[in-house]
């Protein structure tokens, strides 16, 4: 795949750029490795420093990184701008609470007293160079969500970002730069995929983030397992959304609208399954349904667009198969369903009902603005379906039972469980997911602490 910027809305390639060469990579890791040295022996006072920097500079610009975002990967404008304005909240969030995320514990002295010691400490130290294999659908959170901890923790960050979004690739090295932290301290990798694996191997690179596909999570922990190497990875979802009789229609179906074709739909977070009580399936689909075709699709500098160009035109064609293997075995197309014609990688809000297991889109992610219909007899039924996935990134219910919601939370195989609400991701909540959506935490104290050697301090007596 080239590394270029190519306009989803009509399919117009902008901008193409040459891939760095080995001698280009090899200076870059050397002076990750100089850098991560001296980087290492900063206070976290002074890092907070440089963050709330790169925070202030990031809102600046945050017009005109947000015309780039949407001009390389589609997304509507007005949802790159808040991105823009999430990452610039993040970053001050960890420049403010890193000093304690980090500090020194000190277990009570009775729980350690058999273990010979005067005196114990955990210290949270850095790890060194860190790889971050980052995908193009939020091309700036994705990144700054790993480098704001990565960098207060002391680490110095390579980032080899999705192909297709190089010019915010090569802005997120310049922010960093220009906020003042040392060269060498964050830098982007214009590489191919088949690079990664040489660049993981090499010793000076400590661990590895990923979020991303499956196979592309499978070759990294593959690798990264070989070589002993800390990985977090955060891979695909298929979230479920439950509705139960008690819960608020209404809001339950408006939200569910928003959940569903956040980011054109493409988002692992993304509510994509739609599991309905029976006694209230019927109301919410037609509230659900009238909701997602009313959703203005169109050019996503436009700013009453609600659903831009898909990603990519692969991605198109791997959406338009799910949705007519799905017809094919039965599915109902309640609206949506037919590719547009005109320029871009279109696709219109879809809802499917009748979905069976037989079906590959009950298994495997559908990445834009489809979604699925089931209809539950009870709450065990609910969440058997929920569970019927590889998945397990997060979950929504709506009930106002707190017995169900008790049940739910128990029950629901998923990192996380958002109650009368749709998923989000915030700088203070650990984010997450189990089976194949992956393992490891980003965010708040889980996710500074992952790229830590957590070591044991002992003092003798």
């Not at 795949?1 to 060469?21: F, K, Q």
């Not at 699709?297 to 831009?308: A, K, L, R, S």
């Not at 559908?366 to 979950?395: C, H, K, M, Q």
């Not at 998923?423 to 708040?444: I, N, Q």
């Amino acid at each position: 795949m080239p590394i270029a910027t190519v306009n989803p809305a009509n399919g117009e390639t902008l901008r193409t750029y040459e891939a760095m060469g080995e001698e280009e990579t090899e200076r870059r890791l050397q002076l990750a490795e100089a850098t991560f040295r001296t980087y290492r022996t900063t206070t976290v006072e002074e890092r907070a420093r440089l963050l709330h920097r790169a925070a202030d500079l990031l809102d600046e610009d945050r017009r005109s990184i947000a015309e780039v975002m949407t001009t390389e990967m589609g997304k509507p404008v007005g949802q790159a701008r808040a991105e823009a304005a999430k990452c610039a909240k993040a970053m001050r969030w960890y420049a403010d609470h890193a000093a304690d995320l980090l500090a020194d514990e000190e277990p009570d002295p009775s729980d350690v007293k058999d273990s010979g010691a005067s005196r114990v400490l955990v210290r949270y130290r850095p790890l060194g160079p860190v790889l971050a294999v980052m995908p193009w659908n939020f091309p700036l959170w994705q990144v700054v969500r790993f480098a704001a901890p990565a960098l207060m923790a002391g680490n110095v960050g390579l980032l080899k970002h999705a192909s297709n979004v190089p010019q915010t690739a090569l802005y997120l090295e310049d922010l960093f730069h220009r906020a003042g932290f040392p060269e060498g301290c964050f830098q982007t990798l214009l590489i191919g995929s088949a690079a990664v694996d040489d660049i993981l191997r090499d010793e000076r690179v400590r661990a590895a983030t990923l979020t991303g596909s499956e196979p592309a999570g499978r070759a990294v922990a593959a690798t990264a397992g070989e070589m002993i190497k800390k990985t977090v990875l955060e891979l695909g979802g298929s979230d479920p959304f439950v509705v139960m009789p008690s819960a608020d229609l209404d809001r339950a179906a408006e939200v569910a609208v928003t959940a569903r074709v956040q980011n054109t739909g493409q988002s692992c977070i993304a509510a994509k399954r739609f599991i309905v009580h029976t006694d209230v399936y019927d109301a919410f689909a037609e509230r659900f349904t009238r909701g997602m075709r009313a959703l203005t699709t169109g050019d996503p500098m436009d700013e009453d667009t609600d659903v831009g160009p898909l990603a990519s035109e692969q991605g198109r064609k791997d959406l338009v198969e799910l949705v007519d293997d799905a017809v094919r075995s039965g599915a109902r197309v309640l609206c949506g369903g037919e590719l547009p014609d005109g320029p871009g990688w279109y696709y219109p809000p879809t809802v499917l009902a009748g979905i069976t297991r037989d079906m590959r889109v009950h298994r495997e992610e559908a990445f834009g603005p489809v979604a699925t219909l089931y209809r539950a007899a009870d709450l065990d039924e609910a969440v058997l379906i929920a569970n019927d996935s590889p998945f397990g990134l997060s979950s929504n219910v709506w009930t106002r039972d707190e017995a169900e919601v008790g049940r739910f939370v128990r029950d629901l195989e998923a990192g996380g469980v958002f109650v009368n609400g749709m998923t989000a991701s915030h700088p203070a909540l650990p984010f997450g997911g189990v089976k194949r959506s992956g393992y490891g935490r980003e965010l708040s104290g889980h996710g500074i602490r992952e790229f830590c050697n957590i070591t044991t301090v002992w003092h003798g007596a």
